[in-house]
Nanobody, 113 residues
Protein backbone atom coordinates (compact mmCIF):
# COMPACT_ATOMS: atom_id res chain seq x y z
CA UNK A 1 0.00 0.00 0.00
CA UNK A 2 1.24 3.50 -0.78
CA UNK A 3 -0.16 6.99 -0.46
CA UNK A 4 0.50 9.84 -2.85
CA UNK A 5 -0.25 13.47 -2.01
CA UNK A 6 0.10 16.25 -4.57
CA UNK A 7 0.54 19.91 -3.69
CA UNK A 8 1.74 23.14 -5.21
CA UNK A 9 -1.06 23.97 -7.60
CA UNK A 10 -2.51 27.42 -7.95
CA UNK A 11 -3.26 30.33 -10.23
CA UNK A 12 -0.44 31.65 -12.38
CA UNK A 13 -0.23 34.04 -15.31
CA UNK A 14 0.78 32.81 -18.77
CA UNK A 15 4.54 32.55 -18.95
CA UNK A 16 4.80 31.94 -15.23
CA UNK A 17 6.10 28.96 -13.28
CA UNK A 18 4.84 26.52 -10.67
CA UNK A 19 6.37 23.55 -8.94
CA UNK A 20 4.13 20.63 -8.09
CA UNK A 21 5.09 18.07 -5.47
CA UNK A 22 4.09 14.44 -5.15
CA UNK A 23 4.84 13.13 -1.66
CA UNK A 24 4.89 9.34 -1.46
CA UNK A 25 4.73 7.15 1.62
CA UNK A 26 7.45 4.99 0.05
CA UNK A 27 10.61 5.73 -1.85
CA UNK A 28 10.42 5.69 -5.62
CA UNK A 29 12.97 2.83 -5.41
CA UNK A 30 10.09 0.56 -4.40
CA UNK A 31 7.63 2.21 -6.78
CA UNK A 32 9.74 1.91 -9.94
CA UNK A 33 7.85 4.74 -11.67
CA UNK A 34 5.95 7.85 -10.80
CA UNK A 35 3.80 9.22 -13.60
CA UNK A 36 2.17 12.63 -13.82
CA UNK A 37 -1.16 13.01 -15.58
CA UNK A 38 -3.53 15.92 -16.01
CA UNK A 39 -7.22 16.22 -16.74
CA UNK A 40 -9.30 19.09 -17.97
CA UNK A 41 -13.12 19.12 -17.86
CA UNK A 42 -14.61 17.14 -20.71
CA UNK A 43 -11.30 15.50 -21.60
CA UNK A 44 -9.69 12.21 -20.75
CA UNK A 45 -6.76 12.12 -18.40
CA UNK A 46 -3.58 12.90 -20.34
CA UNK A 47 -0.09 11.62 -19.57
CA UNK A 48 2.36 14.46 -18.89
CA UNK A 49 5.66 13.03 -17.65
CA UNK A 50 7.31 10.11 -15.87
CA UNK A 51 10.29 9.54 -13.64
CA UNK A 52 11.91 6.16 -13.01
CA UNK A 53 13.66 5.05 -9.86
CA UNK A 54 17.02 5.47 -11.64
CA UNK A 55 16.16 9.12 -12.37
CA UNK A 56 15.33 8.66 -16.04
CA UNK A 57 12.62 11.05 -17.15
CA UNK A 58 10.30 11.29 -20.13
CA UNK A 59 7.84 13.98 -21.22
CA UNK A 60 4.85 14.44 -23.42
CA UNK A 61 5.78 16.50 -26.48
CA UNK A 62 3.74 19.59 -25.57
CA UNK A 63 5.59 20.02 -22.25
CA UNK A 64 9.07 18.93 -23.36
CA UNK A 65 11.55 21.70 -22.67
CA UNK A 66 9.14 23.49 -20.31
CA UNK A 67 8.53 20.90 -17.57
CA UNK A 68 11.19 19.09 -15.58
CA UNK A 69 10.98 16.22 -13.08
CA UNK A 70 13.22 15.69 -10.09
CA UNK A 71 13.17 14.08 -6.66
CA UNK A 72 14.49 14.94 -3.23
CA UNK A 73 17.40 13.15 -1.56
CA UNK A 74 15.10 10.69 0.18
CA UNK A 75 13.40 9.91 -3.15
CA UNK A 76 10.00 10.12 -1.48
CA UNK A 77 8.99 13.48 -2.94
CA UNK A 78 8.91 14.02 -6.67
CA UNK A 79 8.76 17.50 -8.14
CA UNK A 80 7.29 18.67 -11.42
CA UNK A 81 8.80 22.05 -12.26
CA UNK A 82 6.57 23.78 -14.80
CA UNK A 83 7.91 26.80 -16.66
CA UNK A 84 6.56 28.97 -19.48
CA UNK A 85 3.06 27.94 -18.55
CA UNK A 86 0.29 28.32 -21.11
CA UNK A 87 -3.49 28.54 -20.67
CA UNK A 88 -3.76 25.07 -22.20
CA UNK A 89 -1.75 23.70 -19.26
CA UNK A 90 -4.75 24.44 -17.05
CA UNK A 91 -5.85 21.14 -15.52
CA UNK A 92 -5.95 19.03 -12.40
CA UNK A 93 -2.58 17.33 -12.10
CA UNK A 94 -2.22 13.87 -10.59
CA UNK A 95 0.68 11.61 -9.73
CA UNK A 96 0.30 7.87 -10.12
CA UNK A 97 2.24 4.71 -9.39
CA UNK A 98 1.38 1.66 -11.50
CA UNK A 99 3.17 -0.62 -9.03
CA UNK A 100 0.33 -0.12 -6.55
CA UNK A 101 -2.21 1.30 -9.03
CA UNK A 102 -2.55 4.31 -6.76
CA UNK A 103 -3.46 7.91 -7.66
CA UNK A 104 -3.07 11.03 -5.63
CA UNK A 105 -6.00 13.35 -5.02
CA UNK A 106 -4.85 15.89 -7.61
CA UNK A 107 -3.90 19.55 -7.50
CA UNK A 108 -5.47 22.28 -9.61
CA UNK A 109 -3.29 24.37 -11.90
CA UNK A 110 -4.91 27.39 -13.54
CA UNK A 111 -3.01 29.48 -16.08
CA UNK A 112 -4.85 32.69 -16.75
CA UNK A 113 -4.32 36.42 -16.94
Amino acid sequence: QVQLVESGGGLVQPGGSLTLSCAASQSIDSLSFIHWYRRTPGKQREWVASIRSDGTTSYEDSVKGRFALSSDNTKTTMYLQMNSLKPEDTAVYYCYTPTFDTWGQGTQVTVSS
